[in-house]
């Protein structure tokens, strides 16, 4: 009869069972180990994370900054555009005025 994957080969000794303080033992290492790991990987997410969130605030500041000049200069701006858009609006009529008196 051919052997299943199931059975162990005559060859090999089957391991021995481990008694009940070794096995707690062992489980404990392995608990141990995957906190480590768990401990290195969220040091790394948490520092990722801290540099994610500064580059995200980053243009909030930058919105909240604008928004902030605007609110105090605004009025100042408005004229100064105003003059500007009526000073080369008075200059093209001008142009075109004398181009027709000539």
């Known amino acids: 009869m051919a052997t299943t994957s199931t059975q162990t080969p005559s060859s090999e000794t ?11 033992d062992k489980k ?22 801290s540099i994610h969130g500064a ?10 900054v604008v928004l902030w000049f605007l609110y ?3 009025q100042q701006l ?8 009526m000073g080369t609006s008075q200059q093209a009529v001008m142009q075109e005025l004398q181009k027709y008196m000539k």
Request: hydrophobic share 45%; proline share 7%.
């Open 55 to 64: 580059i995200t605030i980053i243009p909030v500041l930058f919105t909240l």
């Open 28 to 49: 404990l290492e392995t608990i141990i180990f995957h906190l480590e790991r768990l401990d290195k990987r969220d040091r790394w997410r948490t520092i990722w994370g």
């Open 72 to 74: 105090t200069h605004g």
């Open 78 to 85: 408005i004229q100064l555009f105003a003059s500007a858009a």
């Open 14 to 24: 089957p391991p021995q069972p481990l008694t009940h303080e070794q096995s707690i």
